[in-house]
């Protein structure tokens, strides 16, 4: 497998809200490790968007090349510089639906466009269905640091440092993501509030009811 660069790492997991000067463009990257239940070698990879094909759906056309034996249960773990658009989410969902031997379980570093309602209700489709979706933290970024980066050449920052510093940002990000949660319940719940029909009400309630 050929491994990430450390500054490839240090600069696409980087999780702060804005990116510092020099400015650079901070990719979609997913890194999958795929670990089957008989305790075989796990497979690693990673893959970035290319021409029109996010790097879910690169990542969902990798595994079905694999020819996995369907009759052996596969743990899948997903690393993600982004959380995945709606349009990958939904290809996630149905394809792990369809493929119930395969436990998929997704570690985004950032929410892509957490602001937007059709990006919350994404992230809400992933954490409903098979797919949960979670932020990255310490053991997340660590677990993405060890197995997939080269170590061979010395990095130009502190590796402790950096875990340190991605992990406190991690905290925030995982706030926004309860709070999104949270407040697409209460919306969830309002609207079923607004659906119920109160049936007529007799006269005798009515004047009981009176003041």
């Known amino acids: 497998m050929a491994l990430l660069t450390a500054e490839t790492f240090s600069l696409q997991f980087n999780n702060k809200r804005r990116v510092n000067k020099p400015y650079y463009p901070r990719m979609a990257l997913l890194c999958y490790q795929l670990t089957p239940q008989n305790g075989s ?6 893959l970035e968007n290319k021409e029109k094909d996010h790097a879910e759906i690169r990542f969902i056309n990798k595994i079905k090349s694999m020819g996995l034996d369907e009759t052996q249960c596969y743990q899948v773990t997903c690393y993600l510089t982004w959380s995945p658009c709606p349009s990958c989410a939904r290809e996630l969902v149905d394809f792990i639906k369809a493929h119930d031997h395969l436990n998929l379980r997704i570690f985004a570093s950032r929410l892509y466009y957490h ?12 954490c409903g269905s098979q797919v949960p979706v979670e ?18 050449e010395p ?28 407040s697409r319940s209460v919306d969830v ?23």
């Not at 990255?136 to 170590?151: A, I, K, R, S, Y």
């Not at 005798?204 to 003041?211: A, D, E, L, Q, V």
Request: net charge positive; proline share 7%.
């Open 189 to 211: 719940l309002e609207n079923g509030l607004r659906s119920l029909q109160l049936g007529p009400v007799t006269p005798s309630s009515s004047t009981h009811n009176s003041r």
């Open 115 to 126: 602001w937007r309602s059709r990006y919350q209700e994404a992230l809400l489709l992933l």
């Open 155 to 182: 990095p130009s920052f502190n590796p402790s440092e950096k875990l340190e510093e991605l992990d406190k940002n991690s905290r925030a990000i995982k706030r926004r993501f309860e709070r999104i949660k949270q």
């Open 135 to 152: 932020v990255m933290g310490l053991p997340e970024f660590t677990d993405c640091w060890e197995n997939f980066v080269d170590h061979e």
């Open 41 to 46: 070698t796990p497979t690693r990879g990673h």
